[in-house]
């Protein structure tokens, strides 16, 4: 590696990647509601994943609610549950097993 400086920055690159990962994953478990922890890793899912479709954001990666409710510690009926209350409030959406964050925005804003 000291030589192949293209070999050097894909590992530290990757090594960044992975740091980021897990500090989004300790900021999530940070907040102590149910509620809370879902939104923060919906907004984590829809920057990493998500495809942008005027106001919504697709999150095109085929993730479950048990998914979820393990990286973010949590049982998957009370992340079903808390997930719910986000299609009933219009936040939340799905299709073809993707999820579907109706308006950005208005998703951080709960969260604040």
């Known amino acids: 590696m000291g030589k192949n400086t293209w070999l050097s920055q894909e590992v530290m690159r990757q090594a960044v990647n992975i740091i980021d990962v897990y500090t989004q994953r ?7 509601s149910a509620r809370g922890r879902m939104i923060s890793e919906l907004l984590y899912l829809a920057e990493r994943f998500g495809e942008r479709h005027g106001k919504e954001v ?55």
């Not at 300790?26 to 102590?32: H, N």
């Not at 048990?66 to 009926?77: C, H």
């Not at 936040?91 to 308006?103: F, T, Y």
Request: avoid cysteine; hydrophobic fraction near 45%.
């Open 26 to 32: 300790i900021q999530t478990l940070e907040f102590r």
């Open 58 to 112: 697709i999150i095109n990666a085929p993730i479950t609610h048990q998914d979820i409710a393990d990286s973010i510690n949590m049982t998957r009926e009370t992340a079903s549950r808390a997930l719910e209350q986000l299609f009933e409030e219009g936040l939340m959406g799905q299709k073809d097993h993707l999820l579907i964050v109706r308006d950005l925005l208005r998703l951080k804003e709960v969260l604040s």
